[in-house]
C-alpha cells in the first residue's frame, strides 16, 4: 500500500478537495521548494551576489555531486537498509578511472564506464553479503567501507592521477546558457531515470514493494534477494557517478576525494532523502524530494559561507539541520495520521 | 569436561585463543615484539582503544548503534586541553570537566533518541556532525599545545615493568562497567531492554530511561578515552576521534557481542581491542604495509559477525533440542 501512493496527490474530488489541498502543502516536496525560495530570498537581499551567473553556476556544480550522493543513499533506503560505504566506492571508482586513463593508456569513455561498472560491482558485493549473511546492511557496509578504501589506498599508494584529458575538466568548467552547468544536467538526468525507474518500470516496482513487507513481497513471487543486490549495485552505481562529476570537478582523481574512508559523503547522503521525506524503514522514495533537500542543503552551505558564517561551524548547522528534519518528518506524519490522511 | 565445554561456548574463549596464538607466533618471528618497550607501547594502544570500545558496546548492548562515539571523545579531548592552557584549570578539574562534557553529549543522544523514537542510527549522525562542528568551530582545526608537564608525565609513567599508568582508568572503567552489567539493576537493565524491549517494558524496567542510561555511560567514556589521548599525544588535537568509527565497532563484535542487543561481553571486547591492537603493531613490524590496516579490519569485522551469526544459529537449535 505504501508503494502505490504516488508523492504528490492532486485532489481527487469535492469532498476530498480540502483533505487533498492540506496534503498538498503538508508534503516534503512542497515545503523544500518553499524552503529554497525563502532562503535564496534571504541570501539574496544580505548579498546580492548570491544570484550572480557565477555563483549559481558554482552552485549548481557542488548541488549536482551532492544529489548523486543522495540519490545513491536513497537507493539502499528503498530496501530499509543503509549504505556505510558510498564514499568509499565514489573514491574507488575515480581512483580505477584515473588509473586506466594514466597507468593503461585506456582512453576516457573506457575508463569512465569501467569507474561505473566498478561502483556497481562493489556495490553488488555489498548487497551480496548483506543477502548471503541476513545481517544488517549497517555492519556489512561498515566493514566494506573501510575494506574498499583501504585497498584503493594501498594500491594507489595515496596518490593522486592529475594528468587527465582535458576533456574532464572541460566538461567540469562548461557553461550552457550562462549559468548552467553539465553537471547538473547529469543529476537532473539521473533523477529523471530513477523516476522512471520508480515510477513505470516493473523492477522498480519489486525493489520498492520488496522494501516495505519483504514477506509479502516474498510471497507474491519478488525475489526480496535479488532486488536488495539489485539497490545495492544501483546505489554503488550512483555514487561512481558522483564521483565521475567531483573528478570532472578537480580535473583530477583524488584519493581523499571524500575524505578518511568516504566519510565525508556520509552526511550528505543522508540528508538529501531525510530532508525529502524517504521513509528510512524502507519501501518509499521521493527522487525529487532527495533532488530538492540536496539542493537546499547545498544552498545553505553556500549561502553560509557568503555569509562569512565561519566554515568550521558549517558542520553543526549541518547537523541541527538533519535533527530538524527527522523532527520535522515526524510531526508531519503524526498530524496527518491524526486527520487521516495517511 | 563439562567445564571445558562450558568455557570452550564462553564469548572470550576464541578471541583468547587468538590472542594466544598472535602473540607466539608474531613474538617467535620477531623477538622485539615482546621487548618490555613494545609492550608497554601496546598497552598504552589497547588502553585508549579498550574505552572506545566499550563506550560503543554499550550501546550495542541496548541493541542501538553509536555514531558520535569519535566526535564525543574529540570534543571531551579538546575541551580537556583548551581548558587548561585557556583558563589554566588544573588538570584533575579539566579532566572533570572533560568527563563532564562527554556524560552531557550522551545524556543528549539518549534524551533525543528515547524522546523521539527516531532511530539512533539518524540522530547520532547528526549530534556526530553538531559536536565535530562545535569542535573545529572552537579549535579552527588548530590543536591546543599547552598540556602541563603533569598531564605529559602521565602519558608516558608506567606503574611497574612495562604496564603504562594509563591501563590504569581503562582497567578501572572495565572492571566498573562489567560489575554494572554483571550485578547492578541498570546494566540488567540495558541487556533486558536490548534483548526485547517489549518484555523489559512489561517487566516493570522503564525503556526510555535505559536508553538515556546507557548513552550517558557511553559518552563518559568516550569522554575517558578522549582524555587518556591527550594525555598520551600530548597534545589536543582537533582530529582525535575521527578514526574511532571502525575500531568501536570491530572490537565488541570481535568479542562475540550481537548487533540486535542484549549481549555483550567486556572481556571479549577487550580481547578484541587487543586483537586488532596487536595485528596492527605486527603490520608495522614486518614492513607490511600500514595501509593495510583498513582492509584487515573491515574483513576482521566481516569474519566476527558471520562467526557471531553461526554461533546464533547454533545455540537457537541447541536450545530446542531436549536437555
Redesign the interface.
Known sequence: MVAEDPPLAAPASGVARSDGRVRFYLTNEFGLALLIVLFASVFYALTPGFLSAFNLFALGRIAAVNILIGFSMMAVIVTGGLNLAIGAIGACAAMACGWMIEGLGLPWPLAVFAGLALGAALGLVNGWAVVVTGLHSFIITLATMSIFFGAMIFLTRAESFRVLPQVFSDFGRMKLAVVVSPLFLVALGAGAALMLLYRLTVTGREMLAAGARPEAAELSGIRVGRMVMLCHALSGLLAAVAAMLVIARNGAAIPSMAGQLGQDWLLPAFLGPVLGGTLLTGGKVSVTGTLLGALLVTMLINGLLLQQVGEFWIQTVLGLLLLLAVFLDRARRGYLAHRGLA | MRLLGRIARTDWFGPLVITLVAVTVIGGLSPAFLSSFNIRVLLQAIAVNALIALSQMIIIAIGQ?NLSVGAIGGLAAIGFAGMMEVWGLPAPLAAAAALGIGLAAGLVNGA?IAW?G??A???T??????????N??IT??QPFYGVPAGVKAFGNAVLIGPLPMVAVPAALAAVAIWVTLARLHIGRAILATGGNPHAAELSGISVPGTVVAAHALSGLLAAGAGVLLVARLQIGQPSIG??W??LS?AAP?IGGAI?AGGHVSVAGTLLGVAIVAIITQALVLFDI?P?????????L??GA??LN?LREVRLGRGALLPS
Open positions: 548503534m533525543i523521539t527516531i532511530s542510527f539518524v540522530i549522525l547528526a549530534t556526530l556532525s553538531i559536536f565535530k562542528g562545535i573545529l568551530g579552527e582545526a575521527d578514526d568509527l571502525i565497532f563484535v548487533l604495509d595501509f593495510l590496516v583498513q582492509v584487515v579490519l573491515g574483513c569485522i566481516l559477525v558471520g551469526r
